[in-house]
Nanobody
Framework: QVQLVESGGGLVQAGGSLRLSCAAS????????MGWFRQAPGKEREFVAA????????NTADSVKGRFTISRDNAKNTAYLQMDSLKPEDTAVYYC????????????WGQGTQVTVSS
């Protein structure tokens, strides 16, 4: 199994930036697709971005495309979400997740980190 711990959330003004980190444990980290999701109060969890174990096929949701960048450092067992040009509508709890490349659903989830963007 893989354990995931997010960090880097906080309060930022609109237009600012944050970088979220997701520290993973487990010998198989390099073989997992990593994803970022977010959930605002009263809303369902939504997909934000994902990156394969090889790091060669990043994918981002249209709502954050051009503003958020997903990356990973397998040597450090860490995935990142660089968030630029933040908007109040980005306010949510952000979760990192991991799955096998061939899996439909993400198997492992972190506990989340709060991102609040003030207007």
């Amino acid at each position: 199994q893989v354990q995931l711990v997010e960090s880097g959330g906080g309060l930022v003004q609109a237009g600012g930036s944050l970088r979220l980190s997701c520290a993973a444990s487990g010998r198989t980290f390099t073989f997992y697709t990593m994803g970022w999701f977010r959930q605002a109060p009263g809303k369902e969890r939504e997909f934000v971005a994902a990156l394969s174990w090889s790091g060669d096929n990043p994918n981002t949701a249209d709502s954050v495309k051009g503003r958020f960048t997903i990356s990973r450092d397998n040597a450090k067992n860490t995935a990142y979400l660089q968030m630029d040009s933040l908007k109040p509508e980005d306010t949510a709890v952000y979760y990192c997740a991991a799955k096998e490349r061939t899996s439909v659903k993400y198997r492992y989830w972190g506990q989340g980190t709060q991102v609040t963007v003030s207007s």
